[in-house]
């Protein structure tokens, strides 16, 4: 018995033989098709379908309408400055006296950003013209507004130049004889000390500013000094904004603080003062003033000249009678 196996167990053994067998075989038969390189499908990149190229065109049209927009502005803006270069935006053309105010700095005294009509004046100087008109100043004699501001220059643009270096911004503009005689002049520097690199430090900002305006008064000009606009700085980072926010503190500290009564403090442009925090007044870019904007600065800008104004029209009359 032990010696011949009985059917049954026969059986039994080939069942337990022939499934491993075969499981075997055909594991062996799977691990080889799927690792030879002969039997895999090759996989094909399918084409960005219409979606994504309808996105991907409007992202690039978006970009470059800014792009143009911008451009057209800026160039519409610079023709229109120097087509009123030797004019300028006149509050009464028809009197006999006439009294002159300059404009000078960056992309804020430029007015980048204002709207503007054929012929216009942009900016500070264009709407400060309209603001002078007012009754409500009482003044009796023209004022001649003329915008030389230029857009992208630092306050190291219109440091005046050390004898025997080449000549800066602001040589350009008081070297001609029509600006010399200007009895006021409003220095808007500072906003893109920042942006610039190396960036100008706060303190040397203040300094060229300090410079520029002791060179002002020893040609005889009444200096009028706006602080560093400073809405959007905090979407540059932490160290932009306390540059700037350092920048005009030392500013308003210089101006409290200097002696000389023919260097005045004008409005405060930046959002430390809540009266500039409005969006309105900002461009898309949240930088640069809007037309609404800038007739606000205006606005400050002659409440504060006003009672200055009125002394100089009556010194220009008493010097007058005095020749008759």
Known sequence: MSATSSPTTARRRINNTTPSKAKNGSSSTVSAATSSPARRAPRSVKPPGPAFSLAWLSALWASLWVFLAT????????????????????????LKYRNQIVVIGDDTAFGYGDGLE????????????????????????????????????????????????????????????????????????????????????????????????????????????????TNGDEKKGDHFLEMNVRRNEILVNWLETCNDEGIKAGPRLDTLHSEYRHKAFYTTDGEHFTAKGYRKIAKDLADLMSSSLVRKEFAKISKDLKFH
């Open 71 to 94: 451009y057209l502005h800026y160039g519409w803006l610079l023709f229109n400055i120097r087509l009123n270069a030797r004019v300028g935006a006149q509050t009464k053309p028809y």
């Open 118 to 229: 054929l012929g216009g004046s942009p900016g500070i100087a264009g709407q400060l013209r309209r603001a002078l008109q007012s009754d409500r100043y009482k003044l009796r004699q023209s004022w001649v507004m003329y915008n030389r501001g230029i857009f992208g220059t630092t306050s190291a643009d219109w440091r005046p130049s050390e004898p025997g270096a080449a000549k800066t911004k602001f040589e350009a503009v008081f070297d001609d004889p029509l600006y010399t005689t200007a009895e006021i002049v409003i220095l808007l520097v500072g906003f893109n000390d920042g942006r610039v690199n190396p960036e100008i430090l706060p303190e040397d900002t203040v300094a060229n500013i300090s410079a520029t305006c002791r060179a002002l008064r020893r040609i005889g000009k009444e200096v009028w000094v706006l602080t560093v606009p």
